[in-house]
């Protein structure tokens, strides 16, 4: 099964949480947690600019002891963010945010942000179309084993 992640998109929705580089660590951690994720996209303009994670909290601010009230996001977020494709699969988004290590992903129509998809909604897509699966295997071997007679 190919499936693609603008099905993902239309099944979790496609708001996006996002900070400001001008706005504080501090103020993006809030943000994290009231919205309860672990990434968060930084907009300029409606352009992607950074993201910024719990690893970059931990490893940017905590680890340093940084102030995260004075420290402004765009010092310490990732700019290299890679972005996808609403067509892209989840077989292609497993294996980029493995090969690159990273847990969430932007996804990008015509270089307009539709969503963004994290490990955790792959991972929730893969355990409920395995769940999926199992059951319609099950309801065949029921129904082989239940002596149909054409």
Same mark, same amino acid.
């Given at each position: ?25 501090? $103020?993006?951690?809030?943000? *994290?947690?009231?919205? &309860?994720?672990?990434? !968060?996209?930084? @907009? #300029?303009?409606? /352009?992607? =600019? +950074? ?40 077989? $292609?988004?497993?294996?980029? *945010?493995?090969?690159? &290590?990273?847990?969430? !992903?932007?996804? @990008? #129509?015509?270089? /307009?942000? =539709? +969503? ?35």
């Amino acid at each position: 099964m190919h499936t693609t992640l603008d099905v993902l998109i239309k099944g979790k929705g496609a708001n996006v949480v996002y900070g400001k580089p001008t706005d504080s660590v501090y $103020e993006c951690v809030l943000k *994290m947690k009231h919205a &309860r994720i672990g990434g !968060l996209l930084i @907009l #300029e303009n409606k /352009t992607i =600019v +950074g993201v910024f994670t719990e690893r970059d909290l931990m490893l940017s601010i905590v680890a340093k002891k940084r102030d995260p009230e004075k420290t402004l996001v765009s010092e310490v977020m990732n700019k290299e963010v890679i972005c996808v494709k609403p067509t892209t699969t989840t077989e $292609e988004a497993m294996f980029i *945010m493995t090969e690159k &290590r990273v847990r969430h !992903l932007p996804v @990008l #129509e015509d270089s /307009t942000l =539709v +969503g963004i998809i994290s490990i955790g909604d792959v991972t929730k897509w893969l355990s409920s179309s395995h769940t999926k699966q199992a059951q319609d295997i099950d309801d065949l071997i029921k129904f082989i084993n239940s002596g149909y007679s054409g």
